[in-house]
């Protein structure tokens, strides 16, 4: 599971599954943006939480090395509506 956080600009932070449901609740929720996994894994099948490890990740690690999705580029103008 992983949360952006205003506090590290805008980096992805990944949790243990408790620390991410603990953030989703109130007073915590409002201070985060939730990043749901591309693939669910079940907690029985889930390998446990490395919390010894740096809390920033490379995205080839959190999307996986041959993740290569894309979006269309679009321009907005100054206005504040996009084209």
Do not use: W
Not at 19 to 44: C, I, N
Not at 50 to 57: A, F, I, N
Not at 59 to 83: L, V
Request: charged residues 25%; proline residues 8%; aromatic residues 10%.
């Amino acid at each position: 599971m992983t949360i952006i956080t205003a506090s590290n600009a805008g980096s992805a932070t990944p949790l243990c599954d408790k620390t991410y449901e603990l953030f989703r609740k109130a007073p915590y929720r409002d201070f985060f943006e939730f990043v749901e996994p591309r693939a669910e894994v079940p907690v029985g099948e889930a390998q446990p939480f490395d919390c010894s490890r740096p809390t920033l990740r490379h995205p080839k690690e959190t999307k996986g090395a041959d993740y290569r999705a894309s979006t269309a580029i679009t321009q907005c103008c100054d206005s504040g509506s996009c084209a």
